[in-house]
């Protein structure tokens, strides 16, 4: 089975974003703000959005199932306030959980949070619930800095950020760390923001003993980890200065890298240097990089093809990274399939 | 022969700090704002701090030349304002101009700017002229971000920089872009701050077509060009979404890697993934990584190592990254080399 732990709906129904702009609008006058139920989308044109975009490629690459959230870049949680965030939010997770609901094969949902900058972590809380507890979703993304590049939020160790984690712990969730659009001339939003926050994030961890406050904390590291695996002397040995242990014990129980690297040299180099217990499958299919690559002859995020061929993976490191080592890290979603496959026998 | 070309001076003499701290001392109350002249290091201690340290380590690993700077992370361009830094930036430029007069064969210069957030980059361009004029220096240091991590100034392709990329171009000298210390609390300087910046600038020269304005700039994009070599399959996508050229094209006419990766996989993925013409030999010794790597027993910082094994490298690809990459990108230092040479024959 083939799992891939990065999908965004990066392809929802044009009726979502003429929402959202409506929504922005109405930050300016709020006479323009739409209700929430003005959204109306089809169960068949969410079919058309999906049958023709992530499931066919999904087929066509032999990937099972996809942890599908909102679109990353959509989530801007800059924009507005609290309530903008929340019932933004609200609307694109619930699409991600019609998805779920009409390819319960192929898809499960992973919640975007109502972040907004300066607000306190726990206005998330309710919506965060609502995605476990009645939509089954199985993780979440954390976005580290709502302000879109400006990082104005305290690092991710802070305890600003505990109560997300201990709701996390209760849930059993792990967490994605996945920032959005980039409102900073200085960062392009994929090709700079991410990667960077990717970094980041892991610092910051690095620099802090969070994982001891929260020993069963998980956080998926997105885009192959950013720097960090290409940089993991540098890594390695900061830590060792620092006098923290070696990262494969300070860090390596709560942090995973996914395999979003979009060419042969970049995986060869994470599945090599990063042990394969921390590596999820993933492609972020239809996101950042939808071309073809005209040295390969194939898609950029067919990521698939690089872990097959990378020299250094045993049968059973590939089949870790491909499904064991999610099934591990996200509880909830093997628990999902456990339960479907057990229907199944029935 | 072996150019290192990214080499701070980390071990500048206490006094140097102490003047600093006095320095900044005298921007909440200016009666304590120390004179220029009251930092006094004699040449005995200059050569005490260099013998024992870069020099001893440069012997040690058979590197013949350093192109060195002022310490990165003491730069702080977010202190003060204008007049601190280019107070500031004098006394540091001038303490290298020292030690490559002690040591002609050995080191040679390249500026640090006395930039700050907001002004305008022409008040750098006489401290500039001098070093290179004055001092010898053959290249410069340039921080896209004088705000310490906050990011507040335009990107590397606004016109916002073009009077000095003018100013290089009349001089022939090539700029590592090198971020200093941060002061946002989300970005360690050396784990994040330095990779980020990196990856940033790669990508603000990716989205623009400065090197269209300014054909003949170079920019050192240091510590192995953060996160880009690891993640160049991305970058050659995003670029082909942009309807840019292959970035062969687009930016390695202009743009240079350092090898300031301390690990061997990591060099591995360098060397492999960008011409070997693009790429600099360096190792920012005695700098961010300055322990011993007990998987090898070497210190991480000693790239040499990494570089004679790396498996992809012709004997004629590693003599390009030594020295013959060094003297095409930084003329001047050619130049000195080339009238040393001929010194010597008379």
Redesign the interface.
């Known amino acids: 089975m083939i799992i891939d732990i990065h999908g965004h709906y990066t392809t929802a129904p044009r009726a979502l974003e003429a929402w959202r702009n409506q929504q922005v609008a109405g930050l300016a006058d709020a006479a323009l703000t739409p209700s929430p139920d003005a959204l109306k989308i089809s169960d068949e044109e969410l079919r058309e959005s999906i049958e023709a975009n992530q499931l066919a490629k999904m087929r066509e690459r032999g990937i099972d199932l996809t942890v599908f959230s909102p679109r990353a870049s959509f989530m801007a949680h800059h924009i507005g306030n609290v309530e903008t965030s929340v019932t933004w939010a609200r609307l694109c997770n619930d699409l991600c959980a019609r998805v779920a609901g009409l390819y319960p094969d192929n898809f499960i949902g992973a919640a975007m949070l109502p972040q907004s900058p300066g607000a306190d972590p726990r206005t998330c809380l309710p919506e965060l619930d609502r995605c476990v507890n009645e939509l089954g979703f199985v993780a979440l993304n954390l976005n580290?800095?709502p302000s879109g590049?400006?990082?104005t939020?305290?690092?991710l160790s802070d305890r600003h950020w505990y109560p997300i984690y201990e709701r996390m712990a209760e849930l059993d969730i792990p967490a994605m760390i996945h920032v959005s659009t980039s409102c900073?001339?200085?960062?392009?939003t994929?090709?700079?923001h991410y990667?960077?926050a990717d970094?980041?994030a892991f610092?910051?961890c690095?620099?802090s003993d969070l994982f001891k406050d929260f020993p069963t904390l998980r956080f998926v590291i997105p885009?192959?980890g950013?720097?960090v695996?290409?940089?993991?002397?540098?890594?390695?040995?900061?830590a060792?200065?620092m006098k923290k242990p070696l990262l494969e014990e300070h860090l390596l129980e709560n942090i995973f890298f996914d395999t979003c690297?979009?060419?042969q040299?970049?995986i060869?180099?994470l599945t090599?240097?990063i042990p394969a217990k921390n590596v999820l499958f993933a492609s972020e299919m239809i996101g950042?990089?939808?071309?073809i690559?005209?040295?390969t002859g194939h898609a950029?995020d067919d990521t698939r093809r690089f872990i097959e061929a990378a020299p250094t993976l045993s049968d059973t490191e590939r089949r870790q990274i491909f499904e064991l080592n999610a099934r591990r890290v996200y509880p909830r979603l093997a628990a999902a399939l456990d339960a479907r496959q057990q229907g199944a026998a029935r």
Do not use: I
């Not at 950042?288 to 071309?291: E, F, K, L, M, W």
């Open positions: 580290p800095d590049g400006h990082w939020s305290p690092p900073n001339a200085c960062f392009h994929t090709g700079a990667l960077n970094t980041t610092m910051q690095l620099t885009h192959g950013g720097a695996p290409y940089h993991w002397g540098r890594f390695r040995g900061l060792q200065e690297v979009y060419h040299p970049g060869d180099l090599k240097v950042a990089v939808r071309g690559d005209p040295q950029y």
